[in-house]
């Protein structure tokens, strides 16, 4: 079975600030990574995911991510955040097609959120 | 844009009622997921269905729990008889194809069982 460790529950940083929330993952097969964004009272919106090629991969708003096989992370990286960025991040993984015997509608395996404070 | 759209927004039941969640995925996806988030923990996989049946399922979705698409639009979560640890926000989601795909969620539905 997969897993995804976010080690900080929290992250203040002030305003025009870069930020670093830092994602591991575990996984005995291939995994596709993802990073949502969850803002006051809404659903979960992507941000950006890795499937496969460079692994470094640009999402919305400003954000990207590294992947490192290696380390097994998925870090995400915003060179200088705002005050709207104040959200929960969460990281997911999923198997990849190959990795499952199943029909291919396989769910996200989430980990804990990380909660962004932007401080003014 | 189109969105997954959920009802109702907030659900208050008795204990051993059931209830029925409701989402209307995006239209042309074929890939429909339940996933739940307990205040306070991280956000679990419920279900996954496609070509009109379940697809995956997680070892939460015991038999309490059941899956529908009654017509083209909706997918729907029924949960028997509710328990007091059924207290979550429940989220739908929908993709265009399989993992590799988005998953666009709804805004959720929050349960609260007395």
């Known amino acids: 079975a997969q897993s995804v460790t976010q080690l900080d529950s929290q992250v203040p940083v002030f305003e025009e600030a870069p930020v670093e929330l830092r994602c591991n993952y575990s996984?005995?097969?291939?995994?596709?990574l993802f990073w949502y964004v969850q803002y006051p009272n809404q659903g979960l919106q992507l941000l950006l995911k890795?499937?496969?090629?460079?692994?470094l991969v640009k999402g919305i708003n400003g954000f990207e991510a590294e992947f490192n096989k290696s380390q097994t992370s998925f870090h995400l990286r915003k060179p200088s955040v705002h005050i709207s960025d104040t959200a929960e991040y969460f990281c997911?993984?999923?198997?990849?097609?190959?990795?499952?015997?199943?029909?291919?509608?396989?769910?996200?395996?989430f980990g804990k959120g990380t909660h962004l404070i932007i401080q003014p | 844009e189109p969105e997954v759209t959920q009802t109702p927004s907030h659900q208050v039941t008795q204990m051993g009622q059931e209830v029925i969640l409701r989402c209307v995925p995006i239209?042309?996806?074929?890939?429909f997921y339940w996933y739940r988030q307990i205040l306070g923990q991280k956000v679990e996989f419920l279900v996954s269905?496609?070509?009109?049946?379940?697809?995956?399922k997680s070892e939460i979705f015991d038999d309490q729990f059941s899956v529908e698409r009654p017509d083209g639009s909706n997918f729907t979560l029924k949960i028997r008889s509710t328990k007091l640890e059924d207290s979550a926000m429940y989220f739908c989601?929908?993709?265009?194809?399989?993992?590799?795909?988005?998953?666009?969620f709804g805004p959720g539905t929050r349960l609260t069982v007395l």
């Open positions: 989601a929908s993709s265009e194809a399989s993992s590799a795909d988005t998953q666009y």
């Open positions: 996984s005995s097969v291939s995994v596709y």
């Open positions: 890795y499937l496969s090629g460079s692994t």
């Open positions: 997911a993984v999923v198997l990849t097609p190959g990795g499952y015997s199943g029909g291919g509608a396989d769910g996200l395996t």
């Open positions: 239209s042309n996806h074929l890939y």
């Open positions: 269905f496609y070509n009109n049946e379940i697809s995956e």
